[in-house]
């Protein structure tokens, strides 16, 4: 059998030396069998003589030939793909979830294509439509938007499995998979009331800030975090300061500004909780910067545990969120929904867990609880549950 590969010398440069890749039928004519026989032994189907399919066998592995899977996906249907579009691959929480989501969906005998879009809508929009053009068999998507999604309602999405994670879209009746972050907020806040700190602030990692009565207006994610800690403050009687609710970039170097600002104040917070891992490590540089120490001038919680803030001295307190369960729960509606061919609308809410370490110091006396009665004067019966803080715009960024 001669060994030559076909080479396509049409191209000028280094690109007329490379062969073309390897058709079936080449593999077909090096065998000496017709291209149906080739297709058959490569496809493991129909009828094959031992001896023809020993000889197709050694042709492919001789061109090096592969068989081409988008062809093969058109005419059976399936890729045997899926497409996860998430927001921040830098960040630890979407990095661990998406390691999850690849090894469970791998398990299930599919690959994972990954797109990632830095919280931006038009990018989500462009990786939605690539990864659809591409035949997916479904998509998983962590989107930058609460109310901007017909890119997720489109014709080429509406016939594939679709699963959001870690964000809901309120209007968008389709499977969603996220963490209980309003009541992990609540829990931050108890946190630092019974160990007495009363003057409680919060470093959000949003692109705009938050509007409590309008939930659709930005990442539910966000909109639980502060709403849960602002819920719970009102609770022990407590109002949040305008300059304790700051916002940022998931941006080092724009959190440790906005932190330092936070913080530069004579009636700074004494607690301040985190809303991710940047926010946290933008907080640590600050307070290095102002010669604070956290765990004593400075008491912090961030959401999302990593190893770094537990060798950190002293050990930072977390909202330990269930990251691997949240990408496999994903993967497991996935299938579901392509074992049934039909779309599901459930939506898991997974528990967190509050992880107390050293970084919440204990100040005073803890702080009491409003009784149902103090509540009512305070904030009346439609607010006695939640006493809503009025919008608070982005920090600005010292120059």
């Keep these: 059998m001669s060994t030559n590969r076909p080479t396509d ?19 077909a004519e090096l065998a000496g069998v017709s291209r149906a026989t080739a297709a058959r032994a490569l496809g493991g189907y ?69 797109a990632h879009t830095d919280d931006i809508l038009d990018a989500e929009v462009s990786a939605v439509h690539v990864l659809t053009d591409k035949r997916v068999d479904g998509l998983i998507v962590a989107s930058s938007s609460s109310n901007e999604y017909s890119h997720l309602a489109s014709n080429a999405v509406r016939h594939i499995p679709l699963v959001l994670v870690d964000r809901r879209i309120p209007d968008l009746h389709v499977a969603t998979v996220t963490t209980n972050d309003y ?52 609770t022990y009687g407590l109002t949040m300061e305008a ?13 440790t500004a ?29 307070c290095r910067q102002l010669s604070l120490a956290v765990g004593r001038d400075v008491s912090l919680v961030t959401f999302d545990d990593s190893e770094w803030a537990r060798v950190f001295q002293p050990p930072i307190s977390v909202i330990e969120r269930p990251v691997h369960a949240l990408g496999e729960t994903a993967v497991e509606l996935l299938l579901e929904q ?30 009491k609880a409003l009784n149902i009665h103090e509540r009512l004067e305070r904030h009346g ?19």
Excluded at 381 to 399: F, I, K, N, T
Aim: hydrophobic fraction near 40%; glycine fraction near 6%; proline fraction near 4%.
């Design 9 to 27: 010398s049409s191209d000028d440069g280094f690109r007329s030396a490379r062969p073309r890749p390897s058709r079936l039928v080449d593999v």
């Design 381 to 399: 019966p439609l607010e006695a549950g939640a006493a809503r803080s009025p919008r608070v715009g982005r920090s600005p960024v010292p120059g």
């Design 183 to 234: 009541a992990s907020s609540r829990e931050v806040v108890q946190l630092f009331a019974e160990r007495g700190h009363r003057r409680m602030g919060i470093l959000v990692s949003s692109t705009g800030p938050v509007v409590l009565e309008r939930e659709h207006a930005t990442v539910s994610s966000v909109h639980d975090r502060v709403s849960g800690f602002l819920d719970q403050m009102s």
């Design 258 to 286: 906005v932190a330092h600002a936070m913080l530069s104040g004579a009636n700074r917070p004494t607690a301040v909780m985190a809303t991710n891992a940047t926010m946290a490590l933008g907080l640590i540089d600050a």
């Design 338 to 367: 392509l074992e049934s061919g039909r779309r599901l609308s459930n939506c898991p809410e997974l528990d967190n867990c509050l992880v107390d370490r050293e970084s919440v110091a204990m100040i005073s006396h803890p702080v």
């Design 243 to 255: 300059d304790w609710l700051r916002y940022s970039r998931s941006d080092h170097v724009e959190a």
């Design 46 to 114: 129909g009828k094959v003589s031992a001896e023809s399919l020993a000889r197709v066998s050694e042709a492919a592995a001789t061109l090096e030939y592969r068989t081409n899977q988008l062809a093969r996906a058109i005419r059976a249907g399936r890729s045997k793909t899926i497409g996860l579009v998430i927001a921040d691959i830098s960040n630890s929480f979407f990095d661990q979830a998406a390691r999850a989501i690849i090894d469970r969906a791998a398990r299930s005998g599919y690959q994972v294509l990954v």
